[in-house]
């Protein structure tokens, strides 16, 4: 276990000013412990590069690094299936030089001259194939970019739109896009096991949530938080989540047992530098814990049966004006009147309208189905609240979107996405949102209704007309849709939500008249979702065959019977659990198990078949477990 310690005076970060020679040659010379740059491309499955280049190749050819792709890889490093082929597989790095660069520390590799840990400047950059961006970055790029001059088009070409948010158009330096994410993970003593039981009955009792942090785990949050805020990332908290339990005093007074769930948040930014700080901060907190003998996860269902770690994603857009002031786009000029105004319904509409074509790009794995669950204040159906009245801010946790907002404040006015989770790709995820959001925009804009019409429109009642929503859906909702709705309502009035990874991806496969909304000013292309559609369709193929039903079946292998033979309600009990077992994962001269069919639609590549298999296996293993705890309870 390395005594991790924090080191004030090392150079974290390199602001875009800074990206030129002088400036950078100075930099490095007066820090000799940076030994090493890293171009760092986010491949189209969210995957980050990392090389070592030392750092006397990078000063010599400093002005060939900065002004184009000199760093070569080839396509088997990088997730661009279709695209970085056998047969044509060379992909450049280009640096971006509008964001922040990061020094990351190897603190357990000191440099033997400076007594100081050795460094490695991480330089955020696209991804070049062919003369064209392929990466993940360059999509948010491209998005971000067209979000904003297209707001700023509108606003040109409709002054009262200007007018309605309090500025004219002569006074608009430039807009963006700002974006900031809540990052939950699970943090973890190696090789200890804790009954899931006891999660979640200290989870249904609020033991943990927003309690004091305590030893080793204490020690690693502080450390986090500071150093997140050396790294620029103007951290805001950081605390324990929903779930956990208390861990146990040792005779030597340390704490073992640890199971806890935690969250850090920090500062809003621009939506790609929000994007990069997300990644880094996974990096940065997952190395401390990890030197403190603790283990980080950040998969959205690391448990089952207890709460699973979201990354709630805010967004909003903002005009910066000439004289310094800012504007929230999506407030309305009155917060007293009403929720929005045009552009923040238009994006709200859009939104929701389309989230089939986000969802793909936010729940892509079987992890984060497993999140999406009734009982764990994680949404399953596309309904927002935007507030029960214009004085009563939205608190509900049941829904996938909220509306934001301060009476006080209307810069603060955002859409809280709660179904993000810390594996979503956050690059491709946020394109498609401002995509569809556009999309809104441009019919409340071109509409000419007032802000009270489209209010109207959007809270619309299930079977009533609308000019740009559907006809039989809901998009608002106040209550908890959990308890004053049945699963069969939910789907009715909401929508049935895609349920696989296979039913999240159909709509990039078979929705030809939708897909253009995400093409629209070439940010995505064919090819490029054609290739993020196939990297996730083969990853969830080789989880369920490699992973999960390995996982499985060591789990139907320890469901072992104990009980006394002469108990007949026990012996029933047994009998029912076993059946199970052999359903799932026991192959006969009768009968192919559920594991053996999904196998043989794998090979098959009948996709749609296999996504009802996962979800028949699901619902046996659930079946299976739940059986088992109330037999093992019956044991004396």
């Given at each position: 276990m390395t005594n991790f310690h924090i080191y004030p005076n090392l150079l974290y970060l390199l602001p875009p000013n800074t990206h030129n020679t002088k400036d950078l040659e100075q930099a490095l010379s007066q820090h000799p412990e940076i030994k090493f740059v890293s171009f760092v491309g986010i491949d189209l499955a969210g995957n980050d590069t990392d090389e070592k280049i030392p750092i006397r190749d990078f000063i010599d050819n400093l002005q060939g690094y900065l002004s184009g792709c000199v760093v070569q890889t080839d396509g088997s490093s990088v997730e661009l299936p279709g695209i970085a082929t056998l047969n044509d597989g060379r992909v450049d790095f280009e640096a971006d030089r509008d964001v922040m660069w990061f020094v990351d520390y190897n603190y357990e590799h000191i440099d033997s001259e400076t007594g100081l840990p050795i460094g490695t400047l991480r330089i955020p950059s696209f991804l070049i194939h062919n003369g064209d961006r392929v990466c993940a970055r360059s999509i948010l790029k491209r998005s971000s970019d067209r979000f904003a001059s297209e707001l700023e088009r509108y606003l040109r070409e409709n002054p009262s739109l200007a007018a309605e948010l309090g500025f004219t158009v002569d006074e608009l330096d430039r807009i963006e896009l700002t974006t900031a994410t809540e990052l939950e993970f699970w943090v973890s003593s190696p090789e200890e096991k804790i009954n899931t039981r006891v999660l979640s009955t200290s989870q249904s009792l609020k033991e943990s949530y927003w309690k004091r942090t305590k030893g080793v785990v204490r020690t690693a949050l502080e450390q986090s938080v500071m150093l997140l805020e050396l790294y620029g990332f103007e951290p805001e908290m950081g605390h324990k989540e929903v779930g956990g339990v208390k861990a146990h005093l040792s005779d030597a007074g340390d704490f073992h047992n640890i199971m806890e769930q935690l969250e850090i948040d920090w500062h809003y930014s621009n939506s790609l530098q929000a994007a990069d700080y997300e990644l880094l901060a996974r990096i940065f907190i997952k190395e401390i814990f990890r030197m403190h003998g603790l283990e980080v996860s950040f998969c959205a269902k690391p448990l089952a049966g207890v709460a699973g770690s979201g990354e709630h994603t805010h967004v909003n857009a903002v005009a910066f004006l000439k004289d310094g002031h800012k504007v929230n786009l999506f407030a309305p000029k009155d917060m007293s009147k009403d929720f929005l105004g045009t552009i923040g319904w238009g994006a709200l509409m859009g939104f929701m309208k389309h989230y089939s074509l986000i969802n793909p790009f936010i729940s892509v794995t079987t992890d984060a189905f497993l999140r999406l669950q009734p009982g764990f204040e994680a949404p399953t159906h596309p309904v927002a609240s935007i507030g029960k009245d214009i004085n009563t801010p939205s608190r509900n946790r049941s829904v996938l979107l909220g509306l934001i907002r301060n009476m006080e404040s209307p810069n603060q006015t955002r859409f809280e996405i709660r179904s993000p989770n810390p594996h979503t790709n956050t690059y491709l995820c946020l394109s498609a949102v401002y995509q569809c959001m556009l999309d809104g925009i441009e019919y409340a804009v071109k509409s000419g209704h007032s802000t009270t019409e489209l209010e109207?429109?959007?809270?619309?009642?299930?079977?009533?007309?609308?000019?740009?929503?559907?006809?039989?859906?809901?998009?608002?909702?106040?209550?908890?849709?959990?308890?004053?709705?049945?699963?069969?309502?939910?789907?009715?009035?909401?929508?049935?939500?895609?349920?696989?990874?296979?039913?999240?991806?159909?709509?990039?496969?078979?929705?030809?008249?939708?897909?253009?909304?995400?093409?629209?000013?070439?940010?995505?292309?064919?090819?490029?979702?054609?290739?993020?559609?196939?990297?996730?369709l083969k990853r969830w193929q080789m989880e369920l065959s490699e992973r999960i039903i390995p996982t499985n079946l060591s789990q139907i292998r320890n469901v072992v019977p104990f009980h006394d033979p002469n108990c007949s309600y026990d012996v029933a009990m047994w009998k029912e659990i076993d059946a199970i077992r052999n359903n799932l994962a026991k192959d006969t001269a009768e009968h192919v198990s559920v594991f053996k069919e999904i196998r043989l639609a794998i090979d098959a590549k009948n996709l749609r078949e296999l996504s009802k298999l996962q979800l028949k296996m699901n619902a046996l293993m659930n079946e299976m477990m739940t059986l088992y705890a109330e037999y093992g309870a019956n044991q004396l």
């Open positions: 109207k429109e959007f809270c619309k009642d299930y079977g009533e007309d609308a000019d740009y929503l559907e006809k039989n859906k809901v998009y608002r909702c106040e209550e908890d849709i959990f308890t004053c709705f049945s699963t069969e309502e939910r789907d009715r009035i909401f929508g049935a939500p895609p349920a696989t990874v296979y039913d999240s991806l159909s709509c990039l496969l078979h929705a030809d008249d939708m897909v253009p909304i995400l093409c629209a000013g070439d940010i995505f292309s064919d090819k490029l979702i054609r290739s993020y559609t196939h990297a996730m």
